[in-house]
Each structure stands twice: as C-alpha cells, then as structure tokens.
C-alpha cells in the first residue's frame, strides 16, 4: 500500500500543478474573465468527474476478462497524464491562434468568443482530465485485486494521499514558477508523471503478471451495509457544492487582508487543503476502530460554514493568515471527513460505484463555484450568500431536532446550530462598514466600493485600495497624447478605474475608448465625476467591459495612444499579463504609424525586487518597442514610460502646452499640483531616466513575460514581502 500512496500524493502534486499552470495559460491566450476562469475550471473538474465515472464502469463491465494487471492500466494512465503538461499549452495556443483568425475573418461577438473558447477548452482539457479521473477506479481496482481487507476503504486511502500531494503541489508551485516560468513547471509535473507511469509497470513485473484469478475475484458485488440509497450521493453533490462554493466567498471576504497576490490566494488554499487533509486522516483512523455515523458533524457544519464571516469581521484585530486559517479550517475539516466516509461507505471498495459516487461530488465542485460567482454574490453578498450555502445542512440539523429517534444531544446542538447561525449573521459586520460613506455594487467578478467625499474619494476593489483623486492619472493622458508628432483622433485606455484618465482623453476632442474587466467599475463614473454622466453620453464616448489584452486582439481598431494603468498592486495576481512583453506585442499592432503606449508604473519600496521590476518592464518594452522615454512623477510615485514604434519627439514644457486644446489644459490643472501647465509638465520632464539605466538596476533580470511573471511570483528573491501576510 505504500506504493499506491507514493503514486497518488505525486499525482496529487502533479494535478495542483496543473490546474494552477493551465489556468494562466488560458488567461494569456484567451483573456482574464470571470466567465473564461469559471470554463477552465469547470472543464478541469468535469474531466475528473467523467474520468472517474467511465473508468469505474469500464472496470466494473470488463474487469473479468481483463489479461493485464490493473496497475499496467493506471501506469498508462498516468504516462498520458504526463504527455498532457506538454499538449496542453500547445492546444491552448493553436486555439488562441485559430479564434484569432476568425475575429479577423468575421465579427465575432463577445458571446460568440466564450462559445467558441469554451468549446475549445473542451476539446484541450476535457480528455486530459479524463484520464486524471480514470487514477482513482483503476487503482481500487488494483487494491482489491491484492487486499480484501484495505480494499472497503481505499477511496479514503487514495483519496487521503491525493490531498496530501496537492498541498505539496500548492507550496511548490510558486517557486518552480519563479525559478523556470510556467512551461519549465509543466516540464517537472510531466517527468513526474512519467516516473509514476514507469514505477506502476515496473511493479507489476516485480509482482508477477498472472492476474486472472485475482482480477475475477476482485469484481465483486459491494456490501449492503450503506443500502443502495441515493441520499449519499444527493449529500455527495451537497458536499461538493458546498465546499467549492464556500472556496469563492472565502477569496471574497479574505482579499481585503491578505491582498490579491497568488501568495494570498495560496494562503487560502493552503488552509483548506491542510484542513481536508487532517479531516480525512481523523476519518481513516476512526472509521478502523469500527465507530458508527457521528450526527454532530453534520450539524457542526451549519455554524463552521458561517465561521468565516466572524474571522472576517472589521472589528477584529487579528493577523491575517489567522483570519483565514480559523475561517476556513474547521469547516473544510468537517468536510474533509465526510467526504470520503460518504464515498467509502457507498461503494465499499468497488470502483464503479466509487466513480459514480466521486463523479456526483464533482458535479457539485462544478455548479458550487458556478452559483456562487453568477449568481449568489452578485446579487445578495458574501453574508447572505454564506448563510444559503449552509442552509442544506440547516435543514439537516432541524430534521435531526425532530428525528423520532433523536438523542438529547443532538437536539440540543441542531437547535444550538441553527441559533449561532442566525446570530453570526446578524452581529457580525462585514469589510464595507469600515468605511462611514459608501456605496457598494456587486457582480460576478468582485465587489466595488466607492467611498470618501470631495479630494479623499477613493476606489477600493476587493477591499484593496485601487485609486485616488490624484492628478497621476490625468498626466497619463496628457503627456502621451501631446508627445505625438501628429494631431490625435482616438485613445483607448486599459483599466477604467475612477474614469479619469478616459476623462482627461476626452478633454481632448477626439474619440475615446475604455475596457475595464469589473462591469460595476465604470457605473460608479459619476460618483467621482459630477460630469460622469454627460461625459458617457456623448457620442465620442464607448466604454466596453472586457479583458483588455483579449480587446486588442479582437479589435480591428488602430489608435494614436494606447494607455495601460493596472490595478495596483504591481505583485497583484493576473497583472503580469498587462506588462508581459507578450501583451506588448498585441498592443503594438493596434498603434497607429507613430502612436504611443502609454505604460504606468507604481513605485514600490527601495530595494532590490522592486529595482527587478522596474528593469523587467523596462527591457520587455525595449524589446517591444525601438523608441522607449522613462519618466518620474513628483518624486517617488511612480513612473511614466512611451513607448513607440517612430521616435517620440523631445519637446519642452512649454511646446507640449502648445499641442493641448484648453479644455485639456484645463482638466491637467483640475487638480494641480502645479500652478500652471508648463510647470506641470515640468515635473514630469526634470525627472526623465533613460531605459538602460533602469535595466542597469537589475542587469540580469530577464524581460517580463507571460511565461516568466516575475512580478507575481517574488518568494525566493524576496520572503519578508510573503512572510509579511
């Protein structure tokens, strides 16, 4: 048995790997949405499902008159599983290129790309997955053929070492990334999976091939201890369900304190792999002592699945690691035993009725997320949305306060259940209160609050702070837009945000285009902009809601500057795709013959990773662009980069004022910090540092990437900014 733990806590690491890599992989090449996130997941654990399911039939109808050992079928399984961390990315970007082609061939709109994406992300994921799923039935196939004994509860085995590898996968994701980049990384998982493939085969030769009897003798019919009910596998789907959607609601409410980092996302998945792993082992060890079905439990998890809304409390003083450690932990805990006793007990060892019951858990790990994402946070929050996903197991705990059989303790806890429910619901508050004026909007993709009066409004996104009524993004327009060698006629700007730098493009006559990704961002226009209104109306005006980068890429439209300000901060999960010299590339062609991109970067604290940064974005645009010019804001803000395909003319304060319409010199003074125009640009042209010298802060720091974000992924080169969480 040592050997099929080995195998399935690799595998286990492998498919973590996998999961986190594939997805990235599809952001790049078909954009970061919600609803693409949503599909490569949903494929990913539709795969797991339906592999799980079919093998466990094919085992179940040709398992006697198989003539190979069962481990020789899980081996090739694997090796398949190996060559799909080397297909994948190329399919992902076969397709990227074939939807590319027919953007330019025809109009294709937005709901025609997520069909047409969805579909191909079906044909690439769905049949590796499959095979990933096929793992466990093969395996208890294998088990039962050889122990009678382990073979009643060796889903929870494998299920126990699948776990255990996918925490492993989760630490050791980020640092293979920040050593070799996402391909290299798959190159390791698929090496891995050969070597489990290779191990599996080599055993059956040290085991002897003549497996008729056993293989016979394995197909057995499963015990009637559980019943042939279907309640199991309605509580395997809820569990599913639950869990899964519990998982979006908790990155809602712990953002705003461990940050939108991938190391903050790790954080929380750390806490709930770790706690499914302690509730599985705990499950292995009593379920061997022969202990009968514990009714708390399932009570239990009605005031754990509200837990994580006391430890995200704003009136709470605790760290942040600890918000979500405590938060999630118990309830994925309770999970993570109820999980596989479910499994275990109604298949009782046999693989086929261990694969249909896995496939149903799966089926609720697919519509989990699915509503809570579109449907429940949207339109009623993370407190309202906490307390329905419980509401199963309310149901439960009342059903068990009125069972004829009932025991006085269970009554009392399912009643005790139900009041701490109500109670953690109505006296906690959530992150939104800590601001006294506020208005708050909500949809598939994040919560957006806007808050603050006059100059002290701010934006703030997730809970993070994404900007302020600072002049920073008015001098994104204005200096790219009078730094052209030819008049103007369109902008387009990446990132909405407050709307000021559309705003500023707009002071200056000529059609303006903004993509946001969050649809509520630009609603909250006017409340930063008593001309919000006026300014969305007119005709020059279109903002569109979308992931920028897949914008340009479906975009037939040439403009004269393009302007990127992402979301702070720099380190923020997904951002890289904003700076990659990959996204570099696309923007350029959307450049007019002498346009400008126009590329902010927030400065970070001195020291030697944000010099990293700086250089990496400085040599990806030089690679980009022939003509690059660097400048600084007001001492240390941030910085200005144009870059251009023609060289950008060098003017002075007072020639640049000479280009601008007055409603544009106007709208740069709104908010100084200058008295006048040319001393406002002044402050931008005092400071201009040229290319080289910012890749000499970090001279071996390669290009930014898609395959190489080092931005995102900084532990090795700097552990106190992780530690920090």
């Not at 990315?89 to 397709?95: C, F, I, V």
């Not at 196939?141 to 299920?159: D, G, P």
């Not at 002592?289 to 009570?299: D, F, K, M, N, Y």
């Not at 949305?385 to 269970?410: D, E, F, N, Q």
Request: charged letters at 15%; aromatic letters at 10%.
């Amino acid at each position: 048995m040592a050997w099929y733990f080995t195998f399935f806590f690799i595998s286990g690491l492998c498919g973590i790997v996998y999961e986190l890599v594939w997805l990235r992989l599809a952001m790049a090449q078909f954009g970061v949405t919600t609803a693409l996130t949503s599909l490569v997941l949903s494929m990913f654990m539709g795969g797991l499902g339906l592999g799980a399911w079919a093998a466990g039939g094919l085992v179940q109808s040709y398992g006697k008159r198989l003539k190979i050992h069962p481990l020789k079928l899980y081996g090739l399984t694997e090796l398949m599983i190996g060559c799909s961390a080397l297909a994948v990315p190329l399919q992902l970007s076969y397709g990227h290129r074939l939807l590319e082609r027919m953007a330019e061939q025809a109009a294709v709109s937005s709901a025609g790309y997520y069909v047409a994406s969805g579909t191909w992300l079906a044909l690439t994921l769905v049949p590796w997955c499959t095979c990933m799923g096929a793992t466990i039935p093969f395996v208890m196939f294998a088990i039962r053929t050889e122990s009678s004994h382990e073979s009643r509860r060796s889903f929870s085995f494998l299920y126990l070492a699948n776990v255990v590898g996918a925490i492993a996968g989760a630490v050791l994701a980020p640092l293979l990334i920040e050593l070799g980049g996402f391909h290299a990384t798959l190159r390791v998982g698929a090496c891995l999976n050969a070597a489990i493939g290779v191990s599996a085969f080599a055993l059956t030769f040290a085991r002897g091939t003549t497996v008729h009897g056993s293989v016979a003798a394995g197909v057995i019919a499963p015990s009637a201890s559980f019943s042939r009910s279907r309640a199991p596998l309605l509580l395997l789907f809820l569990t599913g369900l639950t869990t899964m959607g519990m998982e979006v609601i908790w990155i809602r409410l712990f953002t705003p304190y461990v940050g939108p980092v991938v190391y903050a996302f790790a954080t929380i998945l750390a806490a709930y792999l770790v706690a499914t792993f302690l509730g599985s082992r705990i499950y292995r060890e009593w379920s061997l002592r022969g202990r009968g079905e514990i009714e708390l439990a399932w009570v239990a998890l009605v005031p754990l699945g509200m837990l994580s809304l006391v430890t995200s409390d704003v009136r709470l003083v605790m760290d942040s690691s600890t918000r979500v450690f405590l938060g999630v932990m118990p309830f994925a805990g309770v999970m993570g035993f109820l999980t596989p006793m479910l499994v275990d007990r109604w298949s009782d060892g046999d693989p086929d009725r261990a694969g249909r019951a896995y496939g149903i858990n799966v089926l609720g790990c697919i519509v989990g997320p699915l509503l809570s994402g579109f449907l429940l946070l949207p339109f009623l929050g993370e407190r309202m949305s906490t307390l329905l996903l419980t509401v199963p197991w309310l149901a439960m705990a009342i059903g068990a306060a009125y069972a004829a059989k009932s025991r006085l303790v269970t009554r009392a806890a399912a009643y005790g259940a139900a009041i701490a429910a109500m109670t953690i619901m109505f006296f906690t508050q959530d992150f939104a209160t800590r601001y006294p004026q506020h208005e708050v909007l909500r949809d598939s993709t994040a919560t957006v609050i806007a808050t603050g009066e006059g100059m002290s409004k701010k934006l703030v996104i997730n809970g993070v702070d994404i900007t302020a009524m600072v002049p920073i993004p008015k001098m994104m327009a204005h200096l790219s837009l009078a730094s052209l060698a030819q008049p103007p006629h369109s902008a387009l700007v990446i990132c909405f945000g407050m709307g000021t730098t559309f705003r500023s493009a707009m002071s200056w006559g000529i059609p303006a285009t903004a993509v946001d990704l969050v649809p509520s961002v630009p609603k909250l226009f006017a409340y930063y902009h008593r001309d919000g209104g006026k300014i969305l109306a007119s005709p020059r005006a279109r903002v569109v809601i979308d992931d920028g980068r897949r914008f340009l890429e479906r975009s037939p439209d040439e403009y004269d500057v393009i302007i990127i300000d992402p979301p702070p901060p720099v380190q923020a999960a997904g951002s890289s795709l904003l700076y990659s010299e990959d996204f570099y590339a696309v923007a350029r062609k959307r450049l007019r013959p002498g346009g400008i991109l126009q590329q902010f970067l927030p400065d970070g604290v001195n020291d030697a990773n944000d010099d990293q940064l700086k250089a990496s974005v400085a040599r990806a645009l030089q690679n980009s662009f022939p003509y690059v010019r660097i400048f600084q804001w007001n001492g240390r803000q941030g910085w200005h980069f144009l870059a251009s395909d023609q060289p950008i003319p060098v003017r002075s304060a007072a020639e640049l004022v000479d280009r601008m319409p007055p409603a544009a010199v106007a709208d740069m003074l709104e908010w100084g910090p200058a008295k006048t125009a040319e001393k406002q640009f002044q402050l931008l042209l005092s400071r201009e540092t040229k290319p080289e010298q910012m890749i000499a802060l970090s001279p071996h720091t390669p290009a930014l990437q898609d395959d190489r974000p080092i931005n995102e992924y900084y532990l090795l080169r700097h552990p106190a900014s992780v530690l920090s969480f």
